[in-house]
């Protein structure tokens, strides 16, 4: 969800005050926010702007859009689901009512996330990754490196695997 794969390097004006490099990190999340939600919303836009009334096969191409963006299975499922129900609930069939409750549905799914990762004191500080295959851990992982790393922060990074076989 997070594009940090554009250079970034921390001026020694910024390492010297904390308060910098908290405004600078929020920054350029911001800014690699930005252009997730640009490309995702160009895609998006693709297919609402391809008529004025709503059908099922829009969906599925939402569906796909919202799959290969990283958005994950289960976050997908919920927003088309939320979506489908609030359009037959409301008769809704125009495609700005439709992107409207998509839109509103992907707000209220991030909402609750969207506080500021605060660091506990204490050494070392561990954050655990968990999920299924392809849901974007490793990239995660990376991006999480490269802004500590940029922080002056020391990071190491190990992986396990849990295989269950015969369940």
Do not use: H
């Amino acid at each position: 969800m997070f594009s940090f794969l554009r250079s970034n390097k921390v001026s020694k004006s910024d390492q010297s005050s904390s308060d910098n490099d908290t405004t600078s990190q929020i920054s350029s999340w911001r800014e690699s926010l930005s252009l997730t939600r640009s490309k995702l919303g160009k895609r998006i836009s693709q297919v609402f702007g391809t008529s004025t009334s709503f059908d099922d096969d829009m969906f599925e191409e939402l569906e796909t859009i919202l799959l290969t963006s990283d958005v994950g299975i289960s976050a997908t499922t919920v927003l088309l689901e939320n979506t489908k129900r609030a359009v037959k609930k409301n008769k809704l069939s125009t495609v700005d009512e439709v992107k409207a409750i998509l839109k509103s549905e992907m707000l209220s799914m991030v909402q609750p996330m969207s506080g500021e990762l605060s660091e506990r004191g204490g050494n070392p500080y561990v954050i655990l990754v968990a999920g299924v295959n392809g849901a974007g851990k490793t990239t995660t992982i990376g991006k999480l490196t490269k802004q500590f790393t940029e922080a002056n922060k020391r990071v190491a990074t190990c992986c396990g695997r849990y295989i269950s076989r015969g369940c």
